[in-house]
């Protein structure tokens, strides 16, 4: 490819489209109480869960420094300009910092040509836009035109979220731990979605695994009128078979052209708990 795709570990990304794609990830860290590690680099998904399960904690996560990001880009190929698809603005300050590392280097080489985007998602809504950006690529888009496209794509993402369990909103103090407990106890479910700003917000409130699973179908077809030519892309937090039927159902209900199915990475699975699904897919 003749421009260089970058993202960060907030994106979650299937293993056929890493194969598909060239692409260079710059860690989050995560902090346990014995120390620090990099999503994708010093802790892997099995060894993560294996973490939390064994410590029953959860760990605070942070961004990748501006300096990280100043050597990730000077690392690449100074022919090539470079699109960083960044975590969502309103998660993370993972984009502040990018920018900061893309100013650092261009004082030093500023021929270079880099543009950090906020994607507004997480996730496998990172991962749609990188299969945008790939299929653009491919199909001749130049840099300039390239960027333009992507931001306008990112404002037509859809972003959906159910979450199986409280537990993680609750240790991580996300939750109140009272409301938590009343919420665990009449087996309430959250079904969430990424807002225009790029922040996380309760949509609904659903009683029962299977309602909210129904429920969380049912919403793609009030996003999106006509599914044909589009890419549907799924997270799940250890929960493989689960995650294979409702893509299933989904695909029997709509008619994406494709779906992408992939584990969820440590960073998002830390907010997400056992059983979450995130879903993403264009509105239009």
């Known amino acids: 490819m003749n421009i260089q795709l970058m993202t960060d570990s907030g994106a979650d990304i299937p293993k056929r489209l890493r194969e598909e794609i060239p692409l260079t990830v710059a860690p989050l860290y995560l902090h346990f109480h014995d120390g620090q590690y990099r999503t994708g680099v010093d802790m892997d998904l099995e060894n993560y869960h294996k973490k939390v399960e064994e410590a029953k904690e959860l760990p605070r996560s942070a961004a990748p420094?501006?300096?990280?990001?100043?050597?990730?880009?000077?690392?690449?190929?100074?022919?090539k300009p470079i699109l960083m698809l960044s975590l969502s603005k309103g998660l993370s300050s993972t984009y502040e910092n990018a920018v900061m590392g893309k100013n650092m280097l261009l004082e030093e080489e500023p021929e270079r040509r880099i543009e950090v985007i906020n994607t507004k998602t997480a996730s496998c809504g990172i991962a749609l836009q990188l299969h945008e950006a790939a299929r653009k690529i491919r199909e001749g888009l130049t840099f300039e035109?390239?960027?333009?496209?992507?931001?306008?794509?990112?404002?037509?993402?859809?972003?959906?979220?159910?979450?199986?369990?409280?537990?993680?909103?609750?240790?991580?103090?996300?939750?109140?731990?009272?409301?938590?407990?009343?919420?665990?106890?009449?087996?309430?479910?959250?079904?969430?979605q990424a807002s225009e700003q790029g922040t996380i917000e309760v949509t609904e409130k659903v009683r029962g695994d299977k309602k909210s699973i129904r429920r969380f179908i049912d919403q793609i077809g009030e996003h999106i009128t006509n599914a044909?030519?589009?890419?549907?892309?799924?997270?799940?937090?250890?929960?493989?078979?689960?995650?294979?039927?409702?893509?299933?159902?989904?695909?029997?209900?709509?008619?994406?052209?494709d779906a992408y199915l992939m584990d969820m990475g440590p960073l998002i699975a830390t907010y997400g708990g056992e059983g979450a699904l995130v879903i993403s897919f264009y509105k239009n």
């Open 145 to 192: 035109e390239l960027v333009p496209h992507m931001e306008e794509r990112i404002e037509q993402t859809a972003t959906l979220f159910v979450l199986k369990t409280l537990e993680n909103l609750i240790i991580g103090g996300r939750l109140d731990k009272v409301k938590g407990t009343i919420a665990k106890t009449l087996n309430i479910k959250l079904l969430m």
């Open 228 to 257: 044909n030519k589009k890419v549907i892309c799924m997270s799940h937090c250890n929960a493989g078979e689960k995650a294979q039927k409702v893509i299933e159902e989904i695909s029997g209900k709509y008619s994406f052209d």
């Open 65 to 79: 420094s501006p300096s990280d990001f100043y050597e990730a880009f000077k690392e690449a190929d100074p022919a």
